[in-house]
């Protein structure tokens, strides 16, 4: 396992090998068994293993966990705190932005970014922003209203 | 008196998924588990001449390289679960479906070997280097040239490809001559493309031997555990059923393609036992592109004669459907009687045939997808009547309104007998169409659309559908070819402190049946929503059940848990007669409570629960206990119905199409939960639109499929999307406890056509008299209709 | 999924990456062309050269007389580039039609132009900013002027154990008044075509135009018919219609199932009208 890293994950640090070619999906998911990133796909186009690295929203299936060495990554494990939701969190099951499940991590890590930079984002922005985000469950709609009630929410803390 | 039903309650399950803690098939690891990865054919047909595994074999971590030769005879291939004969009598060509190929591979993705190895990587790394010879054979890829003289043969006994053929409706010498007599006739000769379903979660099966139990776990992603158990173990492997547990986990998505027994689950399920270890393997976007069950794929000629008032006298539908490379499970019904059965819409035609010859290809199987059938004949009928008022210069909703069959509401009126075998349980087609008008503003679009003037077509389009769903009483399938029943299976577990355990066999992978079923129970239990727990997709702890597909979960598996509901309080009140010194006739049971009708004298669930388990003081004869299963077999098939309307803008320059806004009122009987069926109907019609605008697979000559991936096979995304306009109305179903009809499928079937439609409407509006853009409506096949 | 085995090495510096260069070795920068193309097992080095952590290709500087562009800069940070957008607009406008915003977060102009997907949207823009591009090898550095750099499909300038170090991008009056319009592929979002056009106008008449095109030919390509029927003549949508012939004349048109030919290259003279358009 050639290469040793140490990530911090979810403010949690971990050390360990890892060949090169291990994608920092796999890594999340099978080394460290955060089996809340999910693959989607094969091309870098579904989105369903979006995660935050050094802050960012990134695939995690096209960075390799040894370009992961050094960086803090957060994935949905990490986005609630200390066991009460985050707003992107609680805008998904307020506004039934989630069927299956499956695409719903990577969603509100792109969601999560968006809000970040731009943080009353019109419906035209939230849709674009979710480019890289594929569902195929909910046409979409009640995804963009769970991340306008996110965005609400953000900007007025109860 | 309800506390949940009707009401948008917010769903149970999503709390391990927005955490991150769902568990789908591929988060499973087990102790000393291996991982799969299939060697799949490049070629969609080809002689396997030889197989070299030598140098792959040596590869590290691997454990175990099988082919086609290594799988004992007694392995059967994947059965189908549906038989649909010639129209001569002669018995459907049901060509062997093997685990892995031995001679020929007959698509681009068949199964030529599997390495088994510590890790995916490792297996991967071996399957490449797994050496095969091919010596490639023409192929071909549609359905019609496989029917046509020389074309290349999927199946030695399956002359001209022809699966077999079939009819249903009026004698076509009827239909002829009604049409000769139309004042008008409407001809259109189209397709439906092929679709894949492209659920988000690929498909992942891990099958684990047992030696301790000399038993079997098969864990996979499916929308139906027992119906996979049966097949898998009746037909293909020949294990006892009891031998076999399958669990289908957290499940992302299906829309039907996660319906089908795939070679995968047995072959891992039966590799665990050989081999000594759990097996995983778990699909690639790519191989899922090339073995994932698809939809569609029709090529049709179709015609609808009108009088001169307009009302439609006669349709005559010709179908050639795809079945692919093998007969996938319920493969044969989609193009039949999912299909022609559903050719009288919601109008009054007096005449139909429609006849459809189902042929093998060269490519991936197609089976059901969201709507199986419906969808292709509500396009059909639904581009022809709105063609039809193109032609004859009406308006296509009064057209619609002229045709549509009056209302009946299969108590005080009878159901509504078609010419092709239904019999409608309800409807009341008016309003929905009505409400989308108003919705549309219909007055002042077409003012707008005939102002437009900036290098925009402005278009509008309509859809008026039925479906059959709440899939389906067993007896009549039965008599159409079904090898299965597809009734549903309910248990109703009261626990001692009365809390309540419902084992239900419809699988939830995204409806929310955690938390719809939970508001039926807890209402009509007259306790806490909090106090119910649903279970499902485990075929140790439930009972039985047919699965979810085919609108049929709530329908078909809440009808069979309001059964067991009632058969619990039927005890329930016994014990509470006993308690109360009453008689069982005096009691009235409302808000989890006994009471002696007329007092104030009442005893409550929980002691009735505990004294069903605690029988000291208790009725003489009574079995202990609080818990009953009920088997609910629908005495029809339920029949939602709804309007569906597309306004659309082209880009003369370009061809491009922007949807602008999707209206539609849908009525699929009563509504428990508000905001999980609205759920239903937006992802519904986001794949029916996707269908219209988006996707489609490109097949070249040779069997390739050009746009097996994301980066060619187009997605509907966020912004191709504009926020959907619905509502709906409500006839409920008169032939179920819950007066449901179901709301899976409704979106996807009646959208597409509606987006098509609008296109036309725009291009006939701004002078381009065209009467079909093929689907998928890319931009260039829009700007080669304005250019031609 | 699952890329080769390959062997990887981090670079600190830049010429701690030229001096670990081999010959079955590739630079692996934001990783966003080469990733897929590992994970598909297309693409199969037996080492990678990792240089996404060497902050120096990161920055983008504001020079007197250009801006340069790291090659490590990120999509996302060019489109949020204050400087770039002051004077060179179609740069940001190209940034946010890159990807999404995952990819524009790791993606960079580096590593997209040096795989030169004929696609991409970096070529265009950078030949019609009159761009050059700032490599680094073992004896130094060299600058290449961006009408050499793009050679055909997927083809580059750029040689054996070569690193692109940044861009630079003339602060040109032209520059300040351009942009960027794209044609996507509804599934990729690539470029089916993608038209950048920088024009310096001088009381309104044309004194310098660059007009390059994308996704149409096997490489990026400046469209010089109609910047030659543009210079000298006053600027306005009678001229934009004149100068605009068949702008793909010589070029081999690529096709495919989104797009054959014949409509891409009506796409092509559609998109260079709607880019000059823009900046009327």
Not at chain 2, 700 to 714: K, P, V
Not at chain 3, 123 to 152: C, H, M, T, W, Y
Not at chain 3, 165 to 179: D, E, G, L, V
Request: charged share 20%; aromatic share 8%.
């Amino acid at each position: 396992m050639g290469n040793m890293i140490t990530v911090t994950v979810n403010g949690k640090e971990h050390s360990g090998g890892v060949e090169g070619r291990t994608l920092l999906v796999d890594y999340l998911r099978e080394h460290l068994g955060l089996t809340g990133t999910h693959i989607g796909c094969d091309t870098s186009s579904c989105g369903a293993c979006t995660i935050h690295m050094d802050g960012k929203a990134v695939k995690s299936c096209t960075v390799l966990a040894v370009q992961a060495d050094g960086s803090e990554v957060t994935t949905v494990e990490g986005l609630a705190n200390n066991g009460s939701l985050h707003p992107i969190q609680e805008g998904f099951k307020e506004e039934h932005g989630l069927q299956c499940g499956f695409c719903t991590p990577g969603m509100m890590m792109t969601a999560t970014d968006l809000l970040k930079n731009n943080p009353n984002p019109t419906e035209d922005e939230i849709r674009h922003a979710l480019e890289g985000n594929f569902c195929r469950c909910t046409g979409y709609h009640n995804i963009v209203k769970s991340i306008q009630y996110a965005a609400k929410k953000m900007q007025s803390p109860a | 008196m309800t506390n949940y039903i009707g009401k948008s309650v917010k769903r149970v399950e999503d709390k391990r998924f927005i955490t991150g803690q769902g568990k789908y098939t591929d988060d499973i690891k087990l102790n000393g588990m291996m991982y799969g990865y299939f060697v799949r054919s490049p070629y969609a047909h080809a002689i396997v001449k030889s197989i070299n595994i030598d140098r792959a074999s040596k590869m590290p971590g691997v454990n175990k390289i099988l082919v086609g030769a290594d799988i004992p005879e007694a392995i059967a291939g994947v059965p189908c679960g549906w038989q649909v004969d010639f129209k001569n009598g002669d018995t459907m060509k049901e060509p062997p479906h093997p685990l892995l190929v031995r001679k020929k591979v007959r698509h681009v993705g068949d199964g030529v070997a599997f390495v088994v190895a510590e890790t995916r990587a490792q297996a991967k790394d071996a399957a490449d280097e797994v050496d095969v010879d091919y010596e490639i054979l023409d192929a071909v890829t549609c359905p019609k040239k496989a029917t046509e003289e020389g074309a290349a043969q999927v199946h030695e006994d399956a002359p001209g490809n022809l699966c077999f053929d079939w009819e249903l409706g009026n004698p076509k010498d009827e239909v002829a001559a009604a049409m000769a007599a139309a004042a008008h006739v409407t001809e259109l000769d189209f397709s439906n493309q092929r679709v894949v379903p492209n659920a988000i979660e690929p498909r992942s099966a891990i099958g684990h031997y047992d030696t301790a139990y000399d038993k079997y776990t098969l864990y996979t992603s499916t929308q139906n555990p027992h119906l996979i158990r049966l097949l898998m173990c009746a037909f293909v492997l020949g294990i006892p059923e009891h031998k076999v547990r399958v669990i289908g986990p957290d499940v992302g998505g299906g829309f039907g393609s996660k319906i089908f027994h795939y070679a995968e689950e047995a072959l891992v399920t039966w590799a665990s036992k050989e081999l000594g270890c759990p097996i995983k393997w778990t699909a690639d976007r790519s191989e899922s592109f090339l073995t994932d069950a698809h939809g569609r794929d029709h090529v049709s000629n179709a015609k609808m004669g009108f009088d001169s008032e307009g009302k439609i006298v006669a349709l005559q539908a010709y179908t050639y459907a795809n079945l692919g490379a093998y007969l996938s499970t319920f493969a044969p019904a989609v193009p039949t009687y999912l299909h022609g059965t559903l050719m009288q819409g919601l109008y009054t035609t007096p005449k139909i045939n429609v006849d459809v010859k189902a042929a093998f290809t060269h490519t991936c199987a197609v089976d059901a997808y969201r709507g199986a059938g419906r969808p292709e004949a509500t396009y059909l009928l639904e581009r022809l009547i709105d063609l039809a008022a193109l032609e004859m210069d009406m308006d296509p909703a009064e057209l619609r309104f002229k045709n549509f069959i009056p209302a009946f509401d299969g108590v005080e009126q009878e159901g509504y007998t078609t010419q092709v075998a239904l019999q409608y349980d309800s409807g009341n087609y008016d309003p929905v169409l009505k409400r989308a008008l108003e919705m549309v503003g219909y007055e002042e679009f077409r003012k707008e659309q005939a102002a437009q003037s900036n290098g925009k077509l402005l278009g509008i389009g309509f859809s008026t559908y039925i479906e059959a769903c709440g899939i389906a009483p067993s007896a009549v399938v039965g008599a159409l070819g079904a090898r299965a029943g597809l009734f549903e299976v309910a248990q109703v577990r009261v626990q001692p402190t009365g809390k309540v355990s419902v084992f239900t066999g419809a699988h939830s992978h995204g409806q929310g049946h955690e938390t719809t079923f939970a508001q039926i129970v807890a209402d009509r239990m007259g306790i806490g929503i909090d106090d119910v727990e649903i279970i499902h997709g485990d075929s140790d702890s439930v009972a039985f059940g047919m699965g979810t597909y085919g609108s049929r979960s709530l329908a078909v598996g809440g009808s069979a848990i309001v059964n067991s509901i009632d058969k619990v309080l039927e005890k329930g009140a016994k014990i509470a007669a006993h308690l109360l010194e009453a008689s069982a006739d005096d009691l009235e049971y409302a808000e989890g409570k006994w009471t002696v009708k007329g007092t104030d004298k009442s005893v409550s669930f929980g002691d009735v629960s505990l004294t069903a388990y605690v029988p000291h003081n208790y009725p003489e004869g009574l079995e202990p206990g609080l818990d009953f299963n009920a088997f609910y077999d629908p005495a029809n098939f339920t029949y939602p119905f709804g309007a569906h309307v597309a306004i659309v803008e082209v880009d003369k320059e370009t061809g491009e199409v922007k949807l602008k806004r999707f209206i539609a009122v849908d009525d699929v009987g009563n509504v428990i939960n508000p905001m999980i069926v609205d759920g239903q109907i937006h992802g519904g019609l986001a794949q029916g639109i996707g269908q219209a605008m988006h996707e489609g697979t490109v097949y070249d000559e040779t069997g390739q499929l050009i746009n097996g991936s994301y980066m060619d096979y187009c997605m509907p995304r966020a912004d191709d999307l504009p926020s959907f306009e619905i509502d709906r109305t409500v006839t409920p179903c008169p032939h179920n406890p819950l007066g449901v009809k179901g709301a899976g499928e409704a979106g996807c079937i009646g959208s597409t056509p509606a987006v098509v439609n609008a296109v036309i409407d725009a291009l006939w509006k701004g002078g381009f008299k065209v009467k079909d853009v093929p689907m998928p409506m890319t931009p260039e096949r829009v700007w080669t209709a304005m250019n031609n | 999924m699952i890329p080769n085995s390959f062997e990887y090495k981090r670079a600190n510096s830049v010429e701690e990456a030229i001096s670990l260069m081999t010959e079955d070795a590739q630079v692996l920068g934001g990783g966003h062309s080469l990733i897929p193309a590992l994970k598909l097992r297309l693409n199969n080095p037996g080492t990678l050269i990792d240089i996404s952590k060497i902050d120096a290709l990161k920055t983008i500087g504001d020079n007197e007389k250009s801006v340069t562009v790291g090659g490590g800069a990120t999509h996302a940070a060019i489109a949020n580039d204050a400087a770039l957008a002051k004077h060179v607009p179609m740069m940001g406008q190209a940034a946010r039609e890159i990807g999404d915003i995952q990819v524009r977060n790791v993606g960079t102009i580096g590593g997209s132009i040096a795989h030169a997907d004929p696609a991409a949207d970096w070529p265009a823009v950078l030949l019609a900013s009159n761009a050059s591009v700032v490599i680094s090898n073992k004896d130094g550095k060299r600058e290449v002027d961006i009408d050499q750099f793009f050679l055909g499909f997927y083809d580059t300038a750029l040689e054996e154990g070569e690193i692109i170090t940044a861009i630079r991008i003339p602060k040109t009056a032209a520059n300040q008044h351009s942009c960027y319009v794209k044609f996507k592929q509804p599934a990729s979002r690539f470029a089916i075509v993608g038209c950048a056009a920088a024009l310096d106008l001088e009381g309104g008449t044309v004194k310098d135009a660059r007009v390059a095109l994308t996704g149409a030919a096997d490489s990026a390509y400046r469209v010089k018919s109609v910047e030659k029927a543009l210079i000298g003549n006053s600027f306005n949508l009678d001229l934009i219609h004149s100068a605009v012939g068949d702008v793909t004349e010589g070029k081999s048109i690529m096709s495919d199932h989104y797009a054959s030919e014949k409509y891409r290259a009506h796409l092509a003279s559609v998109y260079v009208k709607r880019a000059l358009k823009k900046l009327l």
